[in-house]
């Protein structure tokens, strides 16, 4: 979504595959990312063939799918069931995340998603300042919605992240190294992921949380994602999955 597929985190190696499945590794780490959409992130503006266009989301695929079930109608509004059945058509087939990008939608928490805030929100992923963005991983993944993110919460998230990536997009990896591929070599990608994850959301908290607190509040968060950092980059890594969202339909 952000443009922050990176090379090192892409190769397809089989869990139970250990070394012999490196070539897969050594080979996407050369070809680099192939899913990314390749957006310009600080203006409205994207570049195909050469050439800048004014970034519309109406040639998108979520809403070629919104005109085919609603047509020109402007005035729908969307339930949590309408909004993640067309995410299910664009391909985000993860019920629980779902429900999560229909809350971020819903701006004004009336329970339903108009037209006008179903483009807002696909504007901010394609368009929008890092702050913007980093609200919106915030908001994403405190799933009691209580301003705060805890521990388990984040292991649920970034887990489901991580698994749909592989669903989804056949470079991305969960191994990235020969030495991790040894070291997981005959686990399940369920056990990779869970590792990976509770890795990830301990370096998480030690960096951003008060100590003994098991919390991180919005603006605790905000810091630790702006200062960046190995950790940083591996958990933008996994949003790329909301990327369909804006991809034009005729790509």
Known sequence: MFNLLRAGRFAVVPAAAGIAGLAGYSSAQ???????EKLQRNSSFRSVSGKSEKLTVDNTMLFTCYSK???????VELTEKDVCTLLEEVGINCADLNKRIFRCMDADKGGTVDIKEMKKFC???????????????????????DGELDC?????????????????????SLINTEKDAELMAHLSNEDVAQFETNRIVYDMFISAGRSGSGVINLKEFLYWYKRGGKTVNEFRNLFPIFDVLIKPQDE
């Open 123 to 145: 504007q901010m992923l394609a368009c929008g300042t890092s702050d913007q963005k980093a609200q919106f991983m915030f908001d994403a993944c405190d799933l009691d919605q």
């Open 152 to 172: 388990e919460e984040m292991r649920t998230v970034v887990k489901e992240m991580m698994l749909l990536c592989v669903s989804m997009y056949p470079a991305f």
């Open 69 to 75: 079930r609603f047509g020109n109608q402007k005035k």
């Open 30 to 36: 050369q070809q680099g990312p192939q899913c990314a």
